[in-house]
């Protein structure tokens, strides 16, 4: 029996890792809007599903952050009454989209880090003219860009340390050296 080790980025979606992974990623998801509640600031303003949206990303594939991109914001829902249910299906593309792009970035032949800044500003973006297309709301697309500036910014650090921790680590054809 032979034992074989799985790089993250590799697990697929028969592999139980990936459950595993996504599993805590979005029982994490659940208890960070909680913690930010309960020092008073509002889950909208640090963007914690999508920062782990984005983490579980970068760290474990597209297929995990896909997973906590859906995932996440229905068990906030079921057990925190948030996001809104207004505003839940509109969280869940976001999510979704962003999940996607990191996939994109991790594809194509662009340097890492500008692909990662690009995703971010490209997911919130493309969340805006949605909510705008289909609310017909720009108070509410306009907010969820204006409220969640410094979740953004958390993102961004999160790109910048990743991007030094783990691509510096990859040959030119993308393999861990």
Known sequence: ??????????????????????MFFVGVSVLAPAVFHAFGVAGQVFLPIYFLVLLSSLMFGWRVGLAVAVFSPLANFSFLAMPALPILPYVIFKGTVLALIILLVEKIKINKFVGLILALLVYQLIGFLVIMVFAHNFKLASMDLMAGYPGLLAQLVLVILFSVKFYEQQDNGGNLK
């Open 1 to 22: 029996m032979s034992t074989q080790t799985i790089h993250p980025k590799e697990l697929e979606f028969t592999n139980y890792q990936t459950y595993l992974w996504s």
